[in-house]
């Protein structure tokens, strides 16, 4: 049942992942916390959060997701850092990155009935894991590239 609502959430994602990535950049790019991002392209963000959304959808189907959220958010650990991104930054651009998912599947009406809600509950409940487990890697990645640095 839960991953019916799953498969429609995410092929809500799927099918609008340039539409919630341009909102995004949007964002981002004038956020207040995230200065570093204001002198990237819009272009540039969109590819940042499409690249996002691909990845974040095929991890939250993998059925032993924490190798591939290893590399995954490895990567957009050393990405961010290379780039010069401050660690706050860059775990405030993925929180963002979760509040545009969620605003523009409730702008899709994809939680039509009760039993609907209480499955978005299920859904959200496993992308705060998969967030939350992102911001612990990239926070420890952050780490081991600062003291390398040293």
């Given at each position: 049942?839960?991953?019916?609502?799953?498969?429609?959430?995410?092929?809500?994602?799927?099918k609008h992942k340039r539409d919630i990535a341009a909102n995004w950049a949007k964002d981002v790019r004038k956020n207040t916390k995230t200065p570093s991002y204001h002198d990237y392209t819009q272009d540039q963000c969109i590819s940042f959060a499409v690249d996002f959304y691909e990845n974040f959808t095929n991890l939250y189907f993998e059925p032993k997701p924490y190798a591939g959220q290893e590399e995954y958010f490895t990567k957009y650990a050393e990405r961010r850092f290379?780039?010069?991104?401050?660690?706050?930054?860059?775990?405030?651009?993925?929180?963002?990155?979760?509040?545009?998912?969620?605003?523009?599947?409730?702008?899709?009406?994809?939680?039509t009935s009760p039993l609907?809600?209480?499955q978005a509950i299920e859904a959200i409940t496993k992308t705060m894991r998969i967030f939350d487990f992102a911001i612990y890697l990239i926070s420890g990645k952050y780490e081991e590239l600062l003291k390398a640095k040293k």
């Open positions: 049942m839960m991953k019916v609502f799953a498969d429609r959430l995410f092929d809500v994602v799927v290379q780039e010069g991104t401050p660690l706050h930054e860059a775990l405030h651009a993925l929180i963002m990155m979760r509040r545009h998912l969620w605003l523009f599947a409730d702008m899709q009406v994809v939680f609907d809600s209480y």
